[in-house]
């Protein structure tokens, strides 16, 4: 299994700023996953993550949007630039464990006026 | 690029009886199948898989169908309980496991009535 911790869980952001999210692991993947939820709504998938190399974006999403980093096995940032009201959702993090299973955070529930 | 349906949207089972809920995909190179379950203010959390070469898992009161032929996947929840309350999600992937993205359904909304 995996653990994973988000930060921060919930966040009220004035519209044109950025926020950036964190995502901790408590051991070591190669995969790291993005994905938004938002209200009421299913997971869509925005980037997939692996260390040392450049997310890949999924359609409709883009790195100016969403810059993505990834400076090691156990963390991730998502930012969410230049924001709108239409930004507010849950982003969640998700890794593939070791059991080749994807694991969830709890998320980030963002609000954005 | 990969579609998934569900069906239903809710669903509300008196406690005690059986729950099912129906997943169609589209994309014939799928071959992995998880359900995960969502509490409020909670992530997804993994509840049962199946991978395309298997047609049928088992865990407890939980068990998954999987039809390659006709694209279809069903989760089956018998015996339920208050605690089964909750949205639940089906999603496919091309990967074989979690080393691929996940494309997800829209979700059923499970209540179950005392």
């Known amino acids: 299994s995996a653990v994973i911790s988000q930060k921060p869980s919930r966040d009220i952001c004035q519209r044109g700023t950025s926020l950036t999210i964190q995502c901790q692991v408590d051991s070591q993947v190669t995969m790291m996953f993005w994905y938004r939820q938002q209200p009421g709504q299913s997971l869509t998938l925005i980037a997939t993550?692996?260390?040392?190399?450049?997310?890949?974006?999924e359609s409709g999403f883009v790195i100016d949007k969403f810059p993505i980093s990834r400076p090691n096995l156990t963390f991730s940032t998502l930012t969410v630039s230049n924001m709108s009201p239409e930004d507010s959702s849950i982003y969640l993090c998700?890794?593939?464990?070791?059991?080749?299973?994807?694991?969830f955070g709890a998320g980030t529930r963002l609000s954005v006026l | 690029g990969e579609n998934v349906e569900q069906h239903p949207s809710t669903l509300s089972v008196q406690e005690g009886d059986s729950a099912v809920i129906k997943c169609t995909y589209s994309d014939s190179a799928s071959n992995y199948f998880p359900w995960y379950k969502q509490e409020l203010g909670k992530g997804p959390q993994l509840i049962i898989d199946?991978?395309?070469?298997?047609g049928e898992k088992k865990d407890q009161r939980i068990a998954v169908t999987l039809n390659k032929t006709a694209k279809h996947f069903s989760l089956h929840i018998t015996e339920t309980q208050p605690e089964d309350s909750a949205v639940y999600f089906c999603?496919?992937?091309?990967?074989?496991?979690?080393?691929?993205?996940?494309?997800f359904g829209k979700g059923t909304h499970l209540i179950i009535q005392p």
């Open positions: 199946i991978r395309s070469n298997v």
């Open positions: 999603a496919a992937s091309i990967g074989g496991g979690g080393a691929d993205g996940l494309t």
């Open positions: 993550a692996n260390q040392g190399s450049e997310a890949t974006y």
């Open positions: 998700s890794v593939e464990g070791s059991d080749n299973i994807q694991y």
